[in-house]
């Protein structure tokens, strides 16, 4: 088997040379040139940034000290730009101090080459820096791929999932509280949250693409606590779990998204329902602003398990998967992902502690 060379590149590597000095451009174009990389060069800030628009490469060779535009300043406008942020620079610098390394590293800049320049050093990070664009993007691919499956699965789902619930709904309306129309009612509950879990896939994309506006009125919290914790009433039943609303006696008013914040709700109990023990509690409590800059606070404990420190943010993630010992379910990071994003829709933030001596407390806050 071959050994990879240190100098072993990703083919069809584009690399962008931005250098005003003609000998120093010159040597990096025939040095990478010569290992198969495709070279293009820019003599100062703006006509790179010009090129970049036109035809973004894979890695970017920086020079600091440019007239019109530095490096610096060139590196802080490609990372303010989402199109061009995951390209990664190389600021190549005679500048030694450790205040003009952090100012890089400020500005975005992934590397460092020194001058007068190495070229074995040149070569190998040029190829660590191809190497992880490559993995950024197959990752990003996976994840686009996996949005395209979602939106298929959501499409392709709502129809059978309203022929159950229709189906649940007769068999409900039998009129006599007998087992088949309990079980009917189970039913209709489970489908009623399937539907939400298909909303909430549809609301996060939308959020994602920013296409989702928020229709803003004048709620009472404590009322739709109630609402979410009705919905949520018969599943806690199915598992002997107490569900208790503690809430101001006069209406603790916010302007909210009425749906969106009530599926945020909805979220939060399905989640600490999941993993709550029999026998145990889950309470929503509801407090509201004291004008004093304290902001209003909306909290979920269970006395789960709990969440290990380390996955705090974790659990927020979009997909993301927390497997910890004595589950028997994966903690999945949709739902949350979708509570995160209608808190700051709302701008207002949320997140979790630690429930003592069990448990977890999801708190979400608005302004």
């Known amino acids: 088997m071959k050994t990879p060379s240190l100098y072993d590149r990703p083919a069809d590597s584009h690399v962008l040379v931005v250098e005003d000095e003609e000998k120093s451009r010159r040597l990096m174009r025939d040095l990478l040139g010569a290992h198969g990389y495709r070279v293009s060069e820019a003599v100062d800030g703006e006509e790179a940034l010009r090129l970049i628009a036109d035809t973004p490469p894979d890695v970017i060779l920086l020079d600091v000290m440019m007239p019109k535009l530095d490096g610096f300043a060139v590196c802080r ?126 609301t996060v994309s939308k959020m994602e693409q920013g296409e989702f506006k928020l229709q803003l009125t004048g709620e009472d919290l404590a009322e739709l606590g109630r609402a979410a914790l009705l919905n949520h009433r018969m599943i806690a039943e199915d598992k002997n779990i107490r569900l208790e609303l503690k809430a101001p006696d006069v209406p603790c008013l916010a302007n909210v998204d009425r749906n969106l914040f009530l599926r945020l709700l909805d979220n939060l109990l399905a989640n600490a329902i999941k993993f709550a023990p029999a026998d145990t509690c889950v309470s929503l409590t509801i407090r509201r602003a004291d004008g004093s800059g304290t902001p209003c606070r909306i909290t979920v404990e269970d006395e789960g398990p709990g969440i290990p420190l380390g996955y705090h943010e974790a659990i927020f993630e979009k997909f993301g998967v927390v497997e910890m010992k004595g589950r028997d379910l994966p903690q999945t990071g949709l739902g949350l992902a979708f509570c995160r994003m209608a808190a700051e829709a709302h701008n207002g933030r949320i997140y979790v502690t630690a429930r003592h001596p069990l448990g977890s407390t999801f708190t979400v806050e608005l302004p």
């Not at 500048?95 to 800049?109: E, P, S, Y």
């Not at 040029?126 to 979602?150: F, G, H, I, P, T």
């Open 77 to 202: 406008t490609l990372q303010a730009d989402q199109r061009t942020a995951p390209i990664p620079v190389l600021l190549v610098t005679a500048l030694h101090d450790r205040a003009d390394r952090l100012r890089g590293v400020a500005a975005g800049a992934a590397d460092f080459i020194t001058k007068p320049i190495d070229t074995a050093e040149v070569l190998l990070r040029v190829r660590n820096a191809l190497r992880m664009k490559r993995l950024y993007d197959q990752r990003n691919e996976l994840l686009r791929l996996r949005e395209n499956l979602s939106d298929m699965i959501v499409h392709d789902i709502r129809n059978p999932l309203l022929a159950i619930s229709l189906c649940a709904q007769r068999l409900a309306a039998k009129g006599k509280p007998t087992a088949v129309a309990r079980l009917a009612q189970t039913i209709l509950g489970q489908t009623q949250l399937l539907e939400t879990f298909v909303s909430d896939l549809l």
